[in-house]
């Protein structure tokens, strides 16, 4: 039988990365990732659906992520699903992860200091324009930055 594990998600984080290390010594950050999706109800009415994700990235890109991304930075991520199982207080626990291979820093970070006015992963106008030079380019946890900020267009899928 063949199996299939692929997740690839576009969201905003819900709060700042929590980067933390292995007694090995290695990165690793969670990321909490919200994920909207909007349909049209039976009776017509549209509505509004977010899952909330936690996203689990290891090793450099860990660090880089936890240096760069803030609460309400939009990223793409593309992983696998893991399970975990623990037990805490005589309870049995368990939850579902996204262990990232990649992660993309979409849309422009905000200004120091200033207000996001564009939305989640936005800047508004005036932060835009007081932004560096290192604000024309897309941000990846996996690679360089690319110098073309028309990239975060071309998300490959």
Avoid: H
């Avoid at 696998?80 to 623990?86: K, T, V």
């Avoid at 106008?125 to 030079?133: C, D, M, P």
């Amino acid at each position: 039988m063949v199996s299939f594990n692929r997740v690839l998600l576009i969201g905003n984080l819900t709060k700042d990365p929590e980067l933390r290390y292995t007694p090995s010594g290695t990165p690793v950050a969670n990321l909490r990732l919200a994920v909207n999706s909007s349909f049209k109800s039976q009776s017509g009415e549209r509505k509004e659906e977010t899952c909330f994700v936690t996203i689990v990235v290891w090793s450099r890109q860990a660090e880089i992520c936890n240096q760069y991304l803030k609460k309400g930075r939009s990223i793409f991520v593309e992983g696998r699903l893991i399970s975990r199982s623990w037990e805490a207080e005589g309870q049995k626990r368990s939850t579902m992860e996204v262990r990232a291979d990649r992660v993309q820093f979409l849309g422009l970070p905000a200004a120091p200091g200033a207000a996001q006015a564009g939305g989640p992963g936005g800047t508004s106008a005036g932060a835009a324009a007081s932004e560096s030079a290192e604000s024309g380019r897309a941000e990846s946890a996996e690679a360089e930055p690319v110098p073309n900020e028309s990239a975060d267009a071309d998300v490959p899928f």
